[in-house]
């Protein structure tokens, strides 16, 4: 059978390079047997077709029934029409996305119909520096008011990191054919796409087309702690709830008022440390078990911990005046791009005690923390 290879995340670890790349390769992965077929609505602009997130969406409900429907029947399509041998998918939420929805064994069976085994590809790193990923990336859409610490004392005991867990669905409908990459490996200075390809083994019908720049290309930056201190205040005055599209726009507007004049170097490391050592300990033994199914070889021996650093983290903590009037100027600049009119404070706090009630809701039925708008 020929392979359809579905890139599962996790998210925050290189898949928007890895996608990006893919969707810059499109015409020329046809002679090289690759289809990455484009699955947006017809007439989306282009960036749409950068992943499968409008697919991931409509499977996982968060996009109309119609919708759903519809990116089935493309995939359908490119599936029935493609002579390529290898066929890849790629959307970082797969791995997040709740089990009643059935999308590893849908993606199976309409694989299957056009003669393809469906195989998973996963990327992970620790799960202190996953939960600080998710902190960071809900801090820059302007979905977060809590400091690191009350983030992690909640989304830390979930039990919604487990590796193998998530990954016991995708390893049932690929009937075992799962490939699991490290972020950092401790068996390989290469960067995070060559090796994530020579384990897929695509080595030789992709290396060729990829130049040096391609292999060593990052995007999707995380935030610094002066972006993701604003961004905690403005979400705690309601700022995301007057803007018109996505929220995220607010945090591009911090972003690009602290790296244009050389602010937040740095990403941004939370200070919760007795609580990231309850998560290393929570999550060992199944580490443990997810090495030795997908590698053989203790967890240690194949994933490289990031560098240690302090935490650079500013809530919670006296700022200086200097530091201060930086995070007051950028949570202005905000302010500015969306013309945020203040509402009543207790308009604002009972709109502040909605959100945390939804956010206690989720997490009680299981939504992780990527979920954000």
Same mark, same amino acid.
């Given at each position: 059978?020929?392979?359809?290879?579905?890139?599962?995340?996790?998210?925050?670890?290189?898949?928007?390079?890895?996608?990006?790349?893919?969707?810059?390769?499109?015409?020329? %992965?046809?002679?090289?047997?690759?289809?990455?077929?484009?699955?947006?609505?017809?007439?989306?602009?282009?960036? &749409?077709?950068?992943?499968?997130?409008?697919?991931?969406?409509?499977?996982? *409900?968060?996009?109309?029934?119609?919708?759903?429907?519809?990116?089935?029947?493309?995939?359908?399509?490119?599936?029935?029409?493609?002579?390529?041998?290898?066929?890849?998918?790629?959307?970082?939420?797969? +791995?997040?996305?709740?089990?009643?929805?059935?999308?590893?064994?849908?993606?199976?069976?309409?694989?299957?119909?056009?003669?393809?085994?469906?195989?998973?590809?996963?990327?992970?790193?620790?799960?202190?520096?996953?939960?600080?990923?998710?902190?960071?990336?809900?801090?820059?859409? @302007?979905?977060?008011?809590?400091?690191?610490?009350?983030?992690?004392?909640?989304?830390?005991?979930? !039990?919604?990191?487990?590796? !193998?867990?998530?990954?016991?669905?995708?390893?049932?409908?690929?009937?075992? *054919?799962?490939?699991?990459?490290?972020?950092?490996?401790?068996?390989?200075?290469?960067? &995070?796409?060559? *090796?994530?390809? !020579?384990?897929?083994?695509?080595?030789?019908?992709?290396?060729?087309? %990829?130049?040096?720049?391609?292999?060593?290309?990052?995007?999707? *930056?995380?935030?610094?702690?002066?972006?993701?201190?604003?961004?905690?205040?403005?979400?705690?005055?309601? @700022?995301?709830?007057?803007?018109?599209?996505?929220?995220?726009?607010?945090?591009?507007?911090?972003?690009?008022?602290?790296?244009?004049?050389? %602010?937040?170097?740095?990403?941004?490391?939370?200070?919760?440390?007795?609580?990231?050592?309850? @998560?290393?300990?929570?999550?060992?033994?199944?580490?443990?078990?997810?090495?030795?199914?997908?590698?053989?070889?203790?967890?240690?021996?194949?994933?490289?911990?990031?560098?240690?650093?302090?935490?650079?983290?500013?809530?919670?903590?006296?700022? @200086?005046?200097?530091?201060?009037? &930086?995070?007051?100027?950028?949570?202005?600049? +905000?302010?500015?791009?969306?013309?945020?009119?203040?509402?009543?404070?207790?308009?604002?706090?009972?709109?502040?005690?909605?959100?945390?009630?939804?956010?206690?809701?989720?997490?009680?039925?299981?939504?992780?923390?990527?979920?954000?708008?």
């Amino acid at each position: 059978m020929r392979r359809a290879i579905i890139h599962i995340g996790m998210p925050r670890t290189g898949s928007t390079s890895f996608q990006e790349v893919l969707a810059r390769l499109r015409p020329r %992965l046809d002679a090289v047997g690759i289809c990455y077929p484009k699955l947006a609505p017809p007439g989306a602009p282009e960036s &749409l077709d950068v992943n499968h997130h409008r697919l991931g969406q409509g499977l996982d *409900r968060r996009r109309p029934e119609a919708e759903r429907r519809a990116g089935l029947a493309r995939l359908d399509e490119a599936l029935a029409t493609t002579r390529a041998d290898t066929l890849i998918l790629s959307y970082e939420d797969f +791995a997040v996305q709740r089990a009643r929805w059935r999308i590893p064994e849908i993606l199976a069976e309409i694989c299957a119909r056009h003669g393809f085994a469906l195989e998973t590809a996963l990327v992970v790193k620790p799960q202190a520096e996953q939960l600080a990923s998710a902190y960071a990336l809900r801090a820059q859409v @302007v979905s977060e008011g809590r400091t690191f610490r009350g983030f992690l004392g909640v989304e830390g005991a979930s !039990g919604r990191y487990d590796y !193998g867990a998530l990954l016991e669905a995708w390893r049932r409908a690929s009937q075992g *054919r799962v490939t699991a990459v490290p972020f950092r490996d401790r068996r390989s200075d290469a960067p &995070l796409l060559a *090796r994530l390809i !020579g384990d897929l083994g695509l080595r030789d019908r992709l290396a060729p087309l %990829l130049t040096p720049a391609d292999l060593e290309y990052r995007t999707n *930056r995380s935030s610094g702690p002066l972006a993701v201190e604003a961004a905690r205040r403005l979400y705690r005055d309601g @700022v995301h709830r007057q803007v018109i599209g996505h929220p995220r726009q607010l945090g591009h507007v911090l972003d690009r008022w602290a790296w244009t004049r050389g %602010l937040d170097p740095e990403r941004f490391r939370g200070d919760a440390p007795e609580g990231l050592a309850q @998560v290393a300990a929570r999550y060992a033994a199944a580490n443990e078990g997810f090495a030795a199914a997908c590698w053989g070889r203790p967890w240690d021996t194949v994933i490289e911990t990031a560098p240690a650093a302090s935490p650079n983290e500013l809530a919670a903590r006296p700022v @200086v005046p200097e530091t201060e009037a &930086l995070v007051a100027a950028m949570a202005r600049a +905000a302010m500015d791009h969306v013309a945020f009119r203040p509402s009543p404070t207790w308009r604002r706090r009972a709109a502040y005690l909605l959100e945390d009630f939804k956010e206690r809701l989720g997490d009680a039925v299981g939504y992780p923390a990527w979920r954000v708008p």
